[in-house]
C-alpha cells in the first residue's frame, strides 16, 4: 500500500510574494486549510514544505510556504508534485478507499473467474471506473458501483465484483 496521496501539482507562481498555484488533485479543497506541511517530489529527494497561508481563487489553491519570500525561489517547484502522508490524508469512510490502494488488486467475478488486476480507475462524473486487465483479454471497464463490487479485500489483495448482464460484451467491441 503506498504511503504517500497526491493531494495538488504546482502549476505556477502567484505574485511576487512565493506564493504558488496548485491544482487540486483531491476531491476536497477546504482540506488545505487544515494542513500543515506537505512533502514536495523534487524528483531525486522529497523536499518537506511547512505551509504558511492558504487561499483560493476559482478551482486553485494558492499556497505559501513558510521560507519561499519570492517568485524566484517559489519558481523551482513548477510542475512538482505535492503529497500528503498517509497519516494526514482525508479520513474514508465506510467502502471507501484511497485509489492507490486500490491499483494492483486482482480481481475475481462472484463465480470464481479471474478477471484480471484492477490496473487504473478513471474518474468520471457520476461514478468512478475500474479498468480491468488480463493478458490475452480486452480490458473490462467496471462501474464501481454497489451493484458491482461486491468485496474488498486489501490486506488480501483481491476484490470480488459482480459483472452485470451485457457489461463483457459492451467492453469487448
Given at each position: 500500500?503506498?504511503?504517500l496521496?497526491?493531494v495538488g501539482?504546482i502549476?505556477?507562481?502567484h505574485?511576487v ?5 496548485v491544482?487540486?488533485?483531491?476531491d ?8 500543515q ?13 511547512e505551509i504558511e ?6 478551482n486553485m ?15 523551482q ?6 503529497y ?5 490524508a482525508?479520513?474514508l469512510?465506510?467502502?471507501?478507499y ?5 491499483i494492483?488488486?486482482s ?12 490496473v487504473?480507475?478513471?474518474q ?15 480490458d473490462?471497464l467496471?462501474p464501481?458501483?454497489?451493484d ?6 486489501l490486506?488480501?489483495?483481491r ?15
Amino acid at each position: 500500500m503506498e504511503d504517500l496521496f497526491q493531494v495538488g501539482i504546482i502549476t505556477s507562481m502567484h505574485g511576487v510574494r512565493g506564493e504558488v498555484k496548485v491544482f487540486p488533485t483531491t476531491d476536497d479543497l477546504a482540506r488545505f486549510k487544515e494542513l500543515q506541511s506537505v512533502i514536495l517530489d523534487m524528483g531525486k529527494e522529497k523536499k518537506h514544505l511547512e505551509i504558511e497561508g492558504v487561499k483560493f481563487f476559482k478551482n486553485m489553491v494558492i499556497l505559501k510556504f513558510k521560507g519561499i519570500d519570492n517568485r524566484n525561489d517559489a519558481e523551482q517547484y513548477r510542475k512538482k508534485s505535492l503529497y500528503v502522508t498517509r497519516e494526514n490524508a482525508v479520513k474514508l469512510k465506510e467502502d471507501e478507499y484511497f485509489i492507490a490502494d486500490l491499483i494492483g488488486l486482482s480481481v475475481l467475478s462472484d463465480e470464481g473467474e479471474d478477471l484480471g488486476e484492477l490496473v487504473e480507475v478513471l474518474q468520471t462524473g457520476a461514478n468512478d471506473v475500474y479498468v480491468l486487465h488480463k493478458e490475452g483479454s480486452s480490458d473490462i471497464l467496471l462501474p464501481a458501483i454497489k451493484d458491482c463490487v461486491r468485496e474488498v479485500d486489501l490486506q488480501g489483495g483481491r476484490m470480488v465484483v459482480h459483472l452485470l448482464a451485457g457489461l463483457r460484451e459492451i467492453n469487448g467491441r
